[in-house]
């Protein structure tokens, strides 16, 4: 996990290895592949200084990011390439005797890359 504040207060994204690649499970703190155009997401609820050094964090430490409000994307060079694929993601974890935590990750329909700083439908 690091550290991914700005969006929230105490904002966290999952980095894995999968396949070779350095996966980002951003969540909100990149909602929408707009997020890299833009270097903010377009909601910034708690200090956009920090949001903007977490959205360079997650540009530095991943190629692929799995964002909170939009399809899985590929950033190769400044070229933003959705990914094909599952359609749902889940990260789990055991431990033995207790409750293993878990995350869902629901790949939501196709949509435009919105980067302006206003959402869009």
Do not use: C
Not at 51 to 63: F, I, N, Q, T, Y
Not at 93 to 103: H, I, L, Q, T, Y
Request: overall charge negative; charged content about 25%.
């Amino acid at each position: 996990m690091i550290a991914t504040p700005g969006h929230t207060k105490g904002h966290l994204s999952i980095l894995a290895g999968v396949d070779g690649d350095r996966v980002l499970v951003a969540g909100d703190a990149m909602p929408d592949a707009g997020t890299v155009r833009r270097g903010l997401p377009y909601n910034v609820f708690w200090d956009t200084n920090e949001v903007a050094g977490s959205v360079e964090k997650m540009l530095d430490s991943s190629r692929v990011f799995y964002p909170g409000h939009d399809r899985p994307f590929r950033l190769e060079g400044d070229e933003i390439s959705y990914l094909e694929g599952p359609t749902v993601v889940n990260i789990t974890d055991s431990n033995e005797g207790g409750a293993a935590p878990a995350v869902a990750f629901k790949v939501t329909p196709r949509r435009a890359v919105n980067i302006d700083m206003v959402q869009k439908d």
